[in-house]
Nanobody
Framework: EVQVVESGGGLVQAGGSLRLSCAAS????????IGWFRQAPGKEREVISY????????YYADSVKGRFPISSVNAENTVYLQMNSLKPEDTAVYYC??????????????????WGQGTQVTVSS
């Protein structure tokens, strides 16, 4: 069974850092792209970053570019999202998701088949 599980959310002051983890199981780890998304109250779910299948390329939304590097540790079957210089507007529930097998990767949430339960990130001003 394919599963992804997020962890690492919490409450942090503006300017601080958090590291989110996405632990994957049930599939050959680099066969599927892994994406990070977030959803704030009253807003649509938006892509933050993804790492492609094969783990050769990454994508970042403009809102997090230069602040939220994504990385992958194949030996751990885990993708990390290091969140630096956090702002109050980064407050949201953060989700990781596994995309279709052998699919390169996409910013479209519809192309991701398996979603975690989400982890809350709250940034205070």
């Amino acid at each position: 069974e394919v599963q992804v599980v997020e962890s690492g959310g919490g409450l942090v002051q503006a300017g601080g850092s958090l590291r989110l983890s996405c632990a994957a199981s049930g599939f050959t780890f680099d066969d599927r792209p892994i994406g990070w998304f977030r959803q704030a109250p009253g807003k649509e779910r938006e892509v933050i970053s993804y790492i492609t299948s094969g783990r050769r390329s990454t994508y970042y939304a403009d809102s997090v570019k230069g602040r939220f590097p994504i990385s992958s540790v194949n030996a751990e079957n885990t993708v990390y999202l290091q969140m630096n210089s956090l702002k109050p507007e980064d407050t949201a529930v953060y989700y990781c998701a596994a995309g279709r097998k052998y699919y390169y990767g996409s910013a479209d949430p519809q192309s991701y088949d398996y979603w975690g339960q989400g982890t809350q990130v709250t940034v205070s001003s």
